[in-house]
Nanobody, 124 residues
Framework: QVQLVESGGGLVQAGGSLRLSCAAS????????MGWFRQAPGKEREFVAA????????YYADSVKGRFTISRDNAKNTVYLQMNSLKPEDTAVYYC?????????????????WGQGTQVTVSS
């Protein structure tokens, strides 16, 4: 089993940057594919970015491509989401997730474990 704890959210002005972190418990972190999702009020949870167990493969939603970067440090059991050029429409609760397989364009059902989420608010 994997427990995930996100951090790094906050309030930022449009055009600014934030880096989210997701710390995982368990000795098998390096065997899991990881993903970031977000959910805005009144909307469904949507995919943001995914990374393979080795970090060698990544995939992004079109809405964040070129602005967000997902990475991982298996020695620290941590996955990151660097968010640059933030827009008000990026405002949401951001969740990290862990699953056994890496997929391009995965849905929430591809992941078995979820964190509690961290709020990101981008003001205009």
């Amino acid at each position: 089993q994997v427990q995930l704890v996100e951090s790094g959210g906050g309030l930022v002005q449009a055009g600014g940057s934030l880096r989210l972190s997701c710390a995982a418990s368990g000795r098998t972190f390096s065997s899991y594919a990881m993903g970031w999702f977000r959910q805005a009020p009144g909307k469904e949870r949507e995919f943001v970015a995914a990374i393979s167990w080795s970090g060698g493969s990544t995939y992004y939603a079109d809405s964040v491509k070129g602005r967000f970067t997902i990475s991982r440090d298996n020695a620290k059991n941590t996955v990151y989401l660097q968010m640059n050029s933030l827009k008000p429409e990026d405002t949401a609760v951001y969740y990290c997730a862990a699953g056994p397989h890496y997929y391009s364009d995965p849905g929430p059902g591809s992941y078995d474990y979820w964190g509690q989420g961290t709020q990101v608010t981008v003001s205009s």
